[in-house]
DNA sequence: AGCCTTAGTTCACTAGTTGATACATGGCGG
DNA sequence: CCGCCATGTATCAACTAGTGAACTAAGGCT
């Protein structure tokens, strides 16, 4: 079933952005290497990375001496075409960071939001105010977009809205809300944990696969699948809600308000609280965070806390061999500040549970790793999604996509 | 992370392509109705289609008048441009079947396996024979291709390798053996959940859907998820074993090797044992089958029978959750043999438990229908595949598909 | 200096889509 | 019954894009 039609002007499009997702991931390269990679002809090489060229997105970048001949000439996306910024709205927090086309951070700055005050309009304001900050220095003239992650699911249509129940919000209309406050940017919204996801594949852990699940477990448990390259979304874009699937039916109640959801056995919450019954006192530790590198710290020692340790890399490795025979990736990559921090610790009986739980085959076809980011990916990811729509495109976001908008992905608005 | 070089060829095969699968599912259509429902313009209709007439894939259909002016020619694609076989291998016994273009069985042919001879070569031989019988009335010539629906996971590589535990198959390349002996016809093997499934998308329940999973429950349980109007596949093509995902963390053995799977619980085996144990006393009927039927019929007066029936639609709602929560899909179809019966008795309890057990906003997307089609779909569903491959590349597989292939689905070999 | 090797560019050619225009076909009013 | 009009389909020149082959560029080696 094919989908839509194509014409030769698509071609262009597909071609150019062929061109320059090769160099950005994989460049620098010369025009001789893009033309054998993509298997394209020199000619259309030289002619699509001339038009590249004059539009300043790729620049030359040194020279390599090829034995005996010419030598080739370097190209690269520039990364000082322009800027992106990415937004990570927390439940606790709202972080705005600017970076340049190839991701290096600019500038940085974090907003707390009061417990009470994560309604949009306070959010919304908080994002704003950050996005002026980090732009003070080089003005908004230069920035392709603005990418948002959220944490709650994001559903994609001729409105963008928000569903977070953490933070409280319906249906929220958050692209609408950001231009009402002014921000005139291209705007690309998405869920946390699905930009985080990408972020990991393009930095990360995922480098290189096409196929692969990032798995995220904090006080909440998340996961982002990404299917042939890209991100899958589903029919709504809400896909990938791996944290309440059932794993013990009729088992603990979550907050979701259903039974034996995953989320209910590996969220921190939960395994602080199976701690905390085990152990028959509260957990040293303020925050949640104290209290699970706590449990961590003691494992050492305690045989408590060892079998608490135990228990959950058990669950998060039939977790995971749930997504195995799903999903079929090549790769799992554990990240989320609890699942690093357990998988640290126990990864090998992570693995070997979800082993145990996995067919055979496609548990053979897949590994399983951390991840290799920090906490702050969510706000790196949603840089991305400016990037990935000029990569898509082939050409800048701000400018009206001509023809038939191919667009795929978190769509700019 | 666009893939692959475009060519002006491909975009005609794609626009070909476009055409075509339109005329399939939708037709028969008038060249203007095509051209407003495809976005090409009226020039490249008239040539296209011209094109795809002179090689009599596509006849005209008759006229139907228009308000006033010049009558519209409908147009459609001829069925009897050629035919298909489909081929079914069972636990039990081979079925193979021949279609015309539209999938209207022309000729069927059934062969019983011994349990004890379902070795590769014995289901070849069975294979090559029915094979020969369909086609004894028409003729090899006209056959564009044989789908193969095989009980197992299918490596799409090089080698076509299948790997079929309950038939004692491992890495079995089948189509080499089935070119061996003596089959030269373009041949698709593929999961026969996935030909069930693509089946169901085609011509029953599923139609229209572009995201959508087809759950089946027999002895075993499968499914096969349809993301994007194509079967989902994974890396390695062993994607959608939802029977095996872990539903209960340390619960019963399954035949896997691992606690607690799907088909532990919900597998036709399952559902019998646990009535057998709740009743006290021994299932009337032969085979599995005629008990299942027992147990249905015996719902009416039994608390018993009653009891094991709810809890068996308790862990059917609840898998049919998790494939909610993690696909995002916009319907679920209920079909095998034993979840055909379980629906059709109790559809509203499954769609409850599924309700609360998935998350409230991707459910309220989703609808829950029964399967169509009858059980012999595995032979239909394979039989599509050839004719997918005609869609899909925009011209008859047989013919070698010059430039770069852009096959997607099961590659022919 | 001349030749070889490798990189990149130019150009004529081919494929393919499109809008404009021409042609076909039937209904309908006079 | 004839011409007009509306609608559907075909044809054609214009335009875009990719390709192979010939050509130019740039360096090393003898």
Redesign the interface.
């Known amino acids: 079933?094919?989908?839509?039609?194509?014409?030769?002007r698509?071609?262009r499009r597909?071609?150019r952005?062929?061109l320059l997702?090769k160099l950005y991931?994989d460049g620098p390269l010369s025009r001789h290497e893009l033309s054998r990679l993509?298997?394209?002809s020199a000619a259309t090489v030289s002619n699509v990375t001339g038009e590249l060229a004059e539009e300043r997105l790729i620049t030359e970048a040194g020279l390599v001496e090829s034995d005996g001949g010419r030598p080739r000439v370097l190209l690269r996306v520039d990364p000082g075409y322009g800027h992106v910024a990415g937004v990570d709205i927390g439940e606790t927090g709202v972080r705005v960071e600017l970076f340049d086309l190839a991701m290096r951070p600019l500038a940085t700055v974090e907003h707390e939001l009061s417990p009470a005050r994560t309604e949009p309009g306070a959010v919304v304001e908080a994002v704003v105010s950050g996005l002026n900050e980090v732009l003070a220095g080089t003005g908004a003239e230069t920035v392709l977009g603005v990418g948002v992650g959220v944490p709650g699911?994001v559903?994609q249509g001729a409105q963008v809205l928000v569903?977070a129940p953490t933070i409280g919000w319906e249906s929220v209309p958050l692209t609408a809300e950001l231009r009402a406050a002014g921000i005139q940017l291209p705007l690309f919204v998405d869920n946390g944990a699905k930009t985080q996801g990408q972020a990991e594949m393009w930095f990360g852990a995922g480098r290189g696969a096409?196929?692969a699940v990032i798995v995220l477990v904090g006080s909440g448990v998340g996961a982002a699948?990404i299917?042939d390259?890209?991100t899958?979304?589903?029919?709504?874009?809400?896909?990938?809600?791996?944290g309440?699937?059932?794993?013990?039916?009729g088992?603990a109640p979550c907050r979701?308000g259903?039974?034996?959801c995953l989320e209910a056995?590996l969220g921190a919450e939960a395994v602080l609280a199976r701690y905390r019954r085990a152990r028959g006192k509260a957990v040293p530790g303020d925050s949640e965070r104290e209290q699970f590198a706590a449990l961590l710290a003691a494992a050492d020692r305690s045989k408590t806390a060892q079998h608490v340790l135990a228990e959950t890399a058990?669950?998060l490795g039939?977790?995971i061999?749930?997504l195995i025979?799903?999903?079929?990736?090549?790769r799992i990559v554990v990240g989320g500040w609890a699942g690093l921090a357990l998988g640290e610790r126990s990864l090998p009986l992570i693995r070997d549970t979800a082993g145990?739980?996995?067919?055979r085959?496609?548990f053979g076809?897949t590994s399983i790793e951390l991840a290799q980011l920090g906490l702050d990916a969510v706000a790196t990811g949603a840089g991305t999604l400016p990037v990935a729509a000029l990569?898509?495109q082939g050409a800048d976001p701000r400018l009206p996509a001509k023809g038939?908008a191919l667009r795929s992905g978190a769509g700019a608005a």
């Open positions: 079933m094919a989908s839509k039609r194509t014409t030769v698509d071609l597909h071609n952005s062929l997702s991931f993509t298997g394209l699911t559903e569903h096409r196929h699948v299917a390259g890209a899958y979304r589903g029919s709504t874009s809400s896909a990938g809600e791996w309440h699937t059932t794993i013990v039916y088992g979701c259903s039974h034996g056995y058990g669950y039939a977790g061999a749930n025979n799903l999903f079929n990736p090549e145990a739980h996995a067919l085959h496609p076809q990569l898509d038939g």
